[in-house]
């Protein structure tokens, strides 16, 4: 009888190992189900490449339907349908267009460096204009394509633009596709020697 008792103990303690195992297997295949299940509805983002702007706020997204398709830049959609593209208003451009209204030539006592910001929608060309109130000699920065985020930023210096002593009138000029806006500085340039 010892031995049969034996036996059956044996047999129960084998018999809970294996559902122990059962059980554990089981919660392994949900919870891979599970994580499966969230990446089905969760997919990051692309990395972005090396061209691809990347200082302004925004992420690019793509819906296609039955030949047409909507791009999603920030604030700026362009559709097409049917071989015709609608692109987005322009907004009037905006921002620091120079960091300071008072630099010097020499770099003293202010520093001739500048900053310079423009907002507007994102993909527009940018220009910063700079025209002398005596002469109209018009001088720019170079142009630039705003980011996702709908800004462009130059880093310069007055020399570098060929801005002599004087007062310069400040404009900033955006451009995407056929339509273009602009806004100019409600202060003027002022470079002294």
Not at 75 to 88: E, K, L
Not at 164 to 192: P, Y
Request: aromatic letters at 6%; glycine letters at 8%.
């Amino acid at each position: 009888m010892s031995s049969q008792v034996s036996n059956s103990h044996y047999l129960y303690n084998r018999l809970q190992v294996v559902v122990m195992i059962a059980i554990i297997a089981v919660l392994f295949v949900a919870a891979g189900s599970a994580l499966d299940v969230v990446h089905l509805f969760y997919k990051s983002p692309p990395a972005p490449t090396a061209n691809q702007n990347t200082k302004g706020m925004g992420r690019q997204t793509t819906n296609q339907k039955q030949g047409s398709y909507a791009t999603s830049t920030g604030d700026a959609t362009t559709s097409q349908q049917s071989g015709s593209i609608v692109t987005p208003p322009l907004l009037v451009p905006t921002g620091n267009f120079v960091s300071n209204h008072h630099p010097n030539l020499s770099g003293s006592p202010a520093p001739n460096t500048m900053t310079s910001v423009c907002n507007t929608s994102a993909g527009a060309s940018c220009t910063i204009t700079f025209i002398d109130a005596t002469t109209n000699v018009v001088r720019s920065l170079p142009t630039q394509v705003t980011d996702k985020g709908g800004s462009a930023y130059w880093d310069w210096k007055l020399q570098d633009v060929g801005l002599t002593t004087g007062r310069w009138k400040i404009e900033a000029i955006v451009r995407l596709g056929n339509q273009t806006q602009s806004a100019q500085d409600e202060m003027s340039l002022e470079v002294g020697p």
